[in-house]
């Protein structure tokens, strides 16, 4: 299996604050990277596919980037809905797994 | 705008059967390939396998001898079933929806609202 490491497991930040969270992957997954955001009680929700297509409806402030085993997830400028935990997820080879997820708290 | 949501049993008993089913509405149930994912606070999210409408399958090989997956178009759900569950199959289950595009790419964009099954006797 691939296994996702995320760091860091958690963080704390302001509002505005630029905030950068990296997922590396045990072996090469091409741009197979997917990132979710959860919030308490609710099934993750998909932010960014194919490692930096954001999806429709999610603000520009999240970007995506990065390329075979190394990968990060940033928010521009954190907003108050933005806090929550974030996970990478492999979709290079199944079984597809995810990383152990970022908390982004409030400082 | 699609919708999922898991229905079974909150409780099931050690080396009995779990079995979930997941509905979908505001969409059709062909064309995608539907996923369980388990989330427990030790292993976090783990893909248990995905079912294509057509009924072909691909299970986690951690969960594979004791997992099927079933799907019934006509009433647009899929369902789980875990043989043998012990304490660590206890967690939240979700079902989700894959969508697959370009060069095998595929992304879980619907997910239902997640149902808690506990293991206990």
């Known amino acids: 299996d691939i296994q996702m490491t995320q760091s860091p497991s958690s963080l704390s930040a302001s509002v505005g604050d630029r905030v950068t969270i990296t997922c590396r992957a045990s072996?090469?997954?091409?741009?197979?990277l997917n990132w979710y955001q959860q919030k308490p009680g609710k099934a993750p929700n998909l932010l960014i596919y194919?490692?930096?297509s954001l999806r429709s409806g999610v603000p520009s402030r999240f970007r995506g980037s990065g390329s075979g085993i190394d990968f990060a997830l940033t928010i521009s400028s954190l907003q108050p809905e933005d806090f929550a935990i974030y996970y990478c997820q492999q979709s290079y080879t199944t079984p597809w797994t995810f990383g152990q997820g970022t908390k982004v708290e409030v400082k | 705008q699609v919708q999922l949501q898991e229905s079974g049993p909150g409780l099931v008993k050690p080396s009995e059967t779990l079995s979930l089913t997941c509905t979908v509405s505001g969409d059709s149930i062909s064309g995608y390939f539907w996923s369980w994912i388990r989330q427990t606070p030790g292993k976090g999210l783990e893909w248990i396998g995905y079912?294509?409408?057509?009924?072909?399958?691909t299970y986690n090989p951690s969960l594979q001898s004791r997992v099927t997956m079933s799907v019934d178009t006509s009433m647009n759900q899929f369902s789980l079933q875990l043989t043998s569950v012990t304490a660590a199959d206890a967690a939240v289950y979700y079902c989700a929806r894959g969508y697959r595009y370009g060069d095998g790419y595929y992304y879980f964009d619907s997910w239902g609202q997640g149902t808690l099954v506990t293991v206990s006797s």
């Open positions: 079912i294509y409408h057509g009924g072909s399958t």
């Open positions: 072996r090469s997954i091409s741009t197979y």
């Open positions: 194919g490692t930096s």
